[in-house]
């Protein structure tokens, strides 16, 4: 298992979600990350998903 952070923003840019996601590889954590997005309807917002640095989703 791998840390994954999901981090939501607003458009002032303030933080609105920084949560870490424990996934098995990157299209777990996608699929968990997108999930959590839709749950708390941030999927519009500007947010991101990232492991070690690698970009794993985004949406501006």
């Known amino acids: ?3 994954y952070y999901l981090t939501v923003y607003d458009q002032s840019g303030e933080q609105l979600l920084n949560e870490t996601i ?3 590889n990157d299209e777990e954590a996608k699929k968990v990350g997108e999930q959590k997005l839709a ?3 941030y999927s519009e917002h500007t947010h991101r ?3 070690a640095g690698k970009l794993i989703l985004f949406h501006r």
Do not use: K, S, V, Y
Request: aromatic share 0%; glycine share 8%; no cysteine.
């Open 39 to 41: 749950e708390g309807n």
């Open 22 to 24: 424990q996934a098995a």
């Open 1 to 3: 298992m791998a840390d």
């Open 49 to 51: 998903l990232t492991r």
